[in-house]
C-alpha cells in the first residue's frame, strides 16, 4: 500500500517569521497516522531554517528546484549535494513554471533527476498538459514525453525512490482544479507508462495530484485509486488550509 504524501510548493513566498509561524502550525497540526507523509518546499534561502523547526517532527524538507550539476563555475545555482548536505529530503524537477518561464526542457529536467539521485535526493518529477494540449487531445502523448525523457536518460530502476506530481498545467494557481475522474484517468495512464517498464515500480510510485488542490477537494481526489497525494502551492501557505487538505487525507 502506497503512503499518501502531502507536498506543499511554497514557491516564492514567505519570510523568516511567516515561515516559523506556518511550520509551526504544520508541526501542531499535523495527522498522526504514518500512512500520511508531509513534505514542505520553501525557497532556498529559509532551507536551513526550516530545516531546524521541523528536526523531530513528521514534517520533511525539500527543494524547489536544483542545478543539475555538482560544483563549479555556476553562478546563482544550487548543486544536488549542498541540499543533501543540509538535510534535504526531496527535491521538485521539472516544475511547469521552470519549463514555461525558464526554458526548462525535457533533457534539462532529466539531467537535474539524475543529479539529485546521485546526491541521495528523491527527485518529485512534474508532468502536465496545457489547456490547449489537452483540448487537442494530446494529454497522454504529453505526459509520456515529459516521463519518457526521465526514464530513458536515468532508467526504471532508478524511479525506486522518485515521486510523480501529475499537475495540468491548466489547474495550476487558477482555481481551475481537474476533476477527480480526469485526475485519476491521467494517474493511470503514468502508472500503466511504468509498468511498461517495471510493473512493481509503478506499484509503488507514489504519484500526486497538483493544480488547485484544497481542502474542498482534496477528499475527492485522494479518494481515486491512483491519486497518492498531492503537490500543494496557493493552500500551503497557511498552516489551516494545508491540515485541511492532510486531514482530508488520513480520514480517507
Ligand atoms: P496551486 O499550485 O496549488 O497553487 O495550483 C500547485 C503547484 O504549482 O505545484
Not at 503514468?190 to 507514489?206: F, G, M, N, P, V
Request: net charge negative; proline share 3%; aromatic share 4%.
Amino acid at each position: 500500500m502506497r503512503n499518501t504524501l502531502i507536498a506543499g510548493n511554497w514557491k516564492m513566498n514567505g519570510s523568516t517569521s511567516a515561515n516559523a509561524e506556518l511550520v509551526s502550525g504544520i508541526n501542531a497540526g499535523a495527522p498522526a497516522t504514518d500512512s500520511v507523509e508531509l513534505l514542505v518546499c520553501p525557497p532556498f534561502p529559509y532551507l536551513a531554517a526550516v530545516l531546524a523547526d521541523t528536526a523531530g517532527s513528521k514534517v520533511a524538507v525539500g527543494a524547489q528546484n536544483v542545478s543539475a550539476h555538482e560544483s563549479g563555475a555556476f553562478t546563482g545555482e544550487v548543486a544536488p549535494s549542498m541540499l543533501a548536505d543540509l538535510g534535504c529530503e526531496y527535491v521538485i524537477v521539472g516544475h511547469s513554471e521552470r519549463r514555461t518561464l525558464y526554458g526548462e526542457t525535457s533533457v534539462d529536467v532529466a539531467a537535474k533527476f539524475k543529479a539529485a539521485l546521485g546526491a541521495g535526493l528523491r527527485p518529485i518529477l512534474c508532468i502536465g498538459e496545457t489547456l490547449e494540449e489537452r483540448e487537442a487531445g494530446q494529454t497522454e502523448a504529453v505526459v509520456d514525453e515529459q516521463l519518457d525523457a526521465v526514464i530513458e536518460s536515468v532508467g526504471i530502476a532508478n524511479f525506486a525512490t522518485a515521486v510523480i506530481a501529475y499537475e495540468p498545467v491548466w489547474a495550476i494557481g487558477t482555481g481551475m482544479t481537474a476533476t477527480p475522474e480526469q485526475a485519476q484517468d491521467v494517474h493511470a495512464h503514468i502508472r500503466s507508462r511504468l509498468a511498461k517498464h517495471d510493473a512493481a515500480i509503478a506499484e509503488s510510485t507514489q504519484i500526486l495530484y497538483g493544480g488547485s488542490m484544497k481542502g474542498e477537494n482534496a477528499a475527492g481526489l485522494l479518494a481515486k485509486a491512483d491519486i497518492d497525494g498531492g503537490l500543494i502551492g496557493g493552500a500551503s501557505l497557511q498552516a489551516a488550509d494545508f491540515l485541511a487538505i492532510a486531514n482530508a487525507a488520513a480520514q480517507g
